[in-house]
Nanobody
Framework: QVQLVESGGGLVQAGGSLRLSCAASTSIFSFNVMGWYRQAPGKQRELVAM???????NYADSVKGRFTISRDNAQNTMYLQMNTLNAEDTAVYYC?????????????WGQGTQVTVSS
């Protein structure tokens, strides 16, 4: 069973930075796509950033230019560098990984890490 474990969340002042990590229990080469999602209180979970095995990236408009997604294949870990944080970035951040099969897609989620930005 694949496990994803997030870390790096916390409380930060507006304008500050945090780096989230997502450690996988297996080689991340096995994932077609990895990504970060977030869910704020009372809101739906939304995509923040995603990274394909080919290196392609996609970001939500609200984080473009501030957040950077990356991966360390040797460490089986994905990162999300978050700069210039603001109160609207406050949410629980979830790591996601997808494996495309001949029939269907396997989805894996981490337990989430809380990010709170104080204004």
């Amino acid at each position: 069973q694949v496990q994803l474990v997030e870390s790096g969340g916390g409380l930060v002042q507006a304008g500050g930075s945090l780096r989230l990590s997502c450690a996988a229990s297996t080689s991340i080469f096995s994932f077609n796509v990895m990504g970060w999602y977030r869910q704020a209180p009372g809101k739906q979970r939304e995509l923040v950033a995603m990274l394909s095995t080919s290196g392609g990236t996609n970001y939500a408009d609200s984080v473009k230019g501030r957040f950077t997604i990356s991966r360390d294949n040797a460490q089986n870990t994905m990162y999300l560098q978050m700069n210039t944080l603001n109160a609207e970035d406050t949410a629980v951040y979830y790591c996601n990984a997808r494996v495309s099969r001949a029939i269907g897609t396997d989805l894996y989620w981490g337990q989430g890490t809380q990010v709170t930005v104080s204004s």
